[in-house]
């Protein structure tokens, strides 16, 4: 079936750097993309979204990147800190009508930040 | 303001055991659903809910679990004869409408031994 992907499953970054996270997904319906950090013990937190109709959203230290030639999907955190070591999930859904309701996950990066 | 609601946090069951597990949502939204997540797993959808409309159940794994929102506002994930693959926890989310941002509980760690 058709779903959402990650290429690293770790990613390791120095206190103060910029990571990248990436993602890939294969379900060309799908016009809408999140972004949640999940911290263990917790339920995943909403980071940034983005809709089909855009290629780049940027929040608090946060931008979101889509390129829908390729199918993918990017979250740029600036200035890492250690409160931002997490997995990181990427989601995808359907607004658009017809398509499941559901949001469709990754399964997940481990950001882990260096001292 | 409070976020979405669940209990109990941990649950451990015996094999063939019943479970219920309740989700409060954040009040005022109409969009419910229900989640799975495997250790090391990402999130899989299981049903959603639209106020008590049930209007999608394709996620769930087996006629033994059910979901139900009567007065669209809190629902129950009812397990029946609970087995060990059923070990996950469970997540809850809620939004505004559908297509907005879906906001998550904490879960429900669940354990059958």
């Known amino acids: 079936g058709e779903s959402v992907g990650l290429h690293l499953p770790t990613l390791s970054v120095q206190e103060g750097d910029n990571s990248i996270i990436n993602c890939a997904y294969s379900?060309?319906?799908?016009?809408?993309f999140i972004w949640y950090k999940q911290e263990s013990g917790k339920g995943p937190r909403f980071i940034i979204d983005?809709?089909?109709?855009?290629d780049k959203r940027q929040g608090q230290r946060v931008t979101v990147l889509l390129n829908k030639t390729v199918k993918h999907l990017s979250l740029q955190i600036a200035a890492t800190q250690p409160g931002d070591s997490a997995v990181y999930f990427c989601?995808?859904?359907?607004?658009?009508?017809?398509?499941?309701?559901?949001?469709?996950f990754g399964k997940g990066t481990h950001l882990i930040i260096q001292p | 303001g409070a976020g979405v609601s669940q209990s109990p946090r941990y649950k451990v069951a015996k094999r063939g055991q019943d479970v219920a597990l309740r989700c409060d949502p954040i009040?005022?939204?109409?969009?419910l659903f229900w989640y799975q997540q495997a250790l090391g797993q990402g999130p899989e959808f299981l049903t959603y809910?639209?106020?008590?409309?049930?209007?999608?159940k394709s996620g769930l794994p087996s006629d033994r679990f059910f979901a139900e929102r009567p007065e669209g506002s809190v629902s129950t994930l009812k397990i029946q004869r609970t087995q060990q693959e059923d070990s996950a926890v469970y997540l809850c989310?809620?939004?505004?409408?559908?297509?907005?941002?879906?906001?998550f509980g904490a879960g429900t760690r669940l354990s059958v031994l």
């Open positions: 989310a809620s939004s505004l409408e559908i297509g907005n941002i879906q906001y």
């Open positions: 809910f639209q106020n008590e409309a049930q209007l999608d």
């Open positions: 379900n060309s319906a799908s016009d809408y």
């Open positions: 009040s005022g939204h109409v969009s």
């Open positions: 983005i809709r089909s109709n855009m």
């Open positions: 989601a995808e859904g359907e607004i658009g009508g017809g398509g499941a309701d559901g949001l469709t």
